[in-house]
């Protein structure tokens, strides 16, 4: 009887605007299962969400929403000029979105999946905290003037905010030497981006 393979794990990341999501959806149509960190760390800052407690706590209401959840532009622009007040809330959060990671990890698991995809923004920012779970870092890679052009037409932030949340994560040339594998999203059509999917070399049931 042939041994069962272990398990991969595929850290996958790259800034705003790179096609992560994307990717992520096509790895999942591949067999892989997807655990996204960014939509974890939403639900733990959503109305009555794990994290909401704390952070009214140590934040004041003044950075809570009227319906209960974290008010993410105003604590975005409070953390970026305040690093005490960045590092206490992720102080908050990180802990909560590791121990749903990870419960989502074994439900994967557990359920057969061979190839876990860790969906993480700021996997390169995290240093060793998170390059130690994965067992391939996956970089989605693409100009910094097309970042900006697709996050202002899908969600209508300015220039000047999108370049500001650019700005505060690794660089390209950062992401780049941490990658294992790297796809370049940068003028392809979406049946070569697939392509380019297609030839990572994952393990499905």
Same mark, same amino acid.
């Given at each position: 009887?042939?041994?069962?393979?272990?398990?991969?794990?595929?850290?996958?990341?790259?800034?705003?605007?790179?096609?992560?999501?994307?990717? +992520? !959806?096509?790895?999942?149509?591949?067999?892989?299962?997807?655990? =996204?960190?960014?939509?974890?760390?939403? +639900?733990?800052?959503?109305?009555?969400?794990?994290?909401?407690?704390?952070?009214?706590?140590?934040?004041?209401?003044?950075?809570?929403?009227?319906?209960?959840?974290?008010?993410?532009?105003?604590?975005?622009?409070?953390?970026? +000029?305040?690093? !005490?007040?960045?590092?206490?809330?992720?102080?908050?959060?990180?802990? $909560?979105?590791?121990?749903?990671?990870?419960?989502?990890?074994?439900?994967?698991?557990?359920?057969?999946?061979?190839?876990?995809?860790?969906?993480?923004?700021? $996997?390169?920012?995290?240093?060793?905290? #998170?390059?130690?779970?994965?067992?391939?870092?996956?970089? $989605? =890679?693409?100009?910094?003037?097309?970042?900006?052009?697709?996050?202002?037409? %899908?969600?209508?932030? +300015? %220039?000047?905010?999108?370049?500001?949340?650019?700005?505060?994560?690794?660089? %390209?040339?950062?992401?780049?030497?941490?990658?294992? #594998?790297?796809?370049?999203?940068?003028?392809?059509?979406?049946?070569?981006?697939?392509?380019?999917?297609?030839?990572?070399?994952?393990?499905?049931?």
């Amino acid at each position: 009887m042939t041994p069962k393979p272990s398990p991969l794990r595929i850290g996958l990341t790259g800034g705003i605007g790179s096609g992560k999501s994307t990717v +992520s !959806q096509m790895l999942q149509a591949r067999g892989a299962a997807v655990i =996204d960190a960014d939509a974890i760390a939403r +639900s733990v800052t959503a109305p009555q969400g794990a994290a909401m407690v704390d952070i009214a706590r140590s934040f004041g209401a003044a950075f809570i929403t009227p319906e209960g959840a974290l008010n993410r532009e105003k604590v975005r622009a409070h953390v970026f +000029s305040n690093p !005490q007040a960045k590092d206490a809330l992720e102080a908050i959060i990180h802990p $909560l979105v590791a121990k749903e990671t990870q419960r989502q990890a074994q439900v994967a698991l557990s359920a057969g999946y061979l190839t876990l995809i860790f969906d993480v923004p700021l $996997l390169i920012e995290a240093g060793s905290r #998170w390059r130690a779970q994965v067992d391939r870092v996956l970089v $989605l =890679d693409c100009l910094v003037e097309t970042q900006i052009q697709r996050v202002v037409a %899908r969600n209508a932030m +300015s %220039r000047e905010a999108i370049q500001a949340i650019i700005s505060a994560q690794a660089s %390209r040339a950062q992401k780049l030497s941490a990658a294992d #594998w790297v796809i370049y999203n940068e003028n392809i059509s979406k049946e070569s981006l697939q392509e380019a999917v297609a030839q990572l070399p994952i393990r499905t049931r």
